[in-house]
Nanobody
Framework: QVQLVESGGGLVQAGGSLRLSCAAS????????MGWYRQAPGKQRELVAM???????NYADSVKGRFTISRNNAKNTVYLQMISLKPEDTAVYYC????????WGQGTQVTVSS
């Protein structure tokens, strides 16, 4: 079992920045990759960024150049640094960990005002 706790969401003006954190606990040795997904009202959940245990990263086209995913292995924490935020980035952001199944955090709201 893996437990994920997110923090760092909030309200920011367009052009602003936020950093999300996701602390993992439990069977962290079994995690193959971690990532961030988001879900806006009326839309499907979509992948924002992911990082594998080997350090390979992948980003949605809509966030490339603005978002950076990173990790601190000593703290078992993954971060999502978001800059140049746009109103269309408004969503609930979920941390994800993949072992042989998906684990999800509770979600954190990010609201970008125009």
């Amino acid at each position: 079992q893996v437990q994920l706790v997110e923090s760092g969401g909030g309200l920011v003006q367009a052009g602003g920045s936020l950093r999300l954190s996701c602390a993992a606990s439990g069977s962290i040795f079994s995690i193959n990759a971690m990532g961030w997904y988001r879900q806006a009202p009326g839309k499907q959940r979509e992948l924002v960024a992911m990082i594998t245990s080997g350090g390979t990263t992948n980003y949605a086209d809509s966030v490339k150049g603005r978002f950076t995913i990173s990790r601190n292995n000593a703290k078992n924490t993954v971060y999502l640094q978001m800059i140049s935020l746009k109103p269309e980035d408004t969503a609930v952001y979920y941390c994800n960990a993949w072992t042989n199944r998906d684990y999800w955090g509770q979600g954190t709201q990010v609201t970008v005002s125009s």
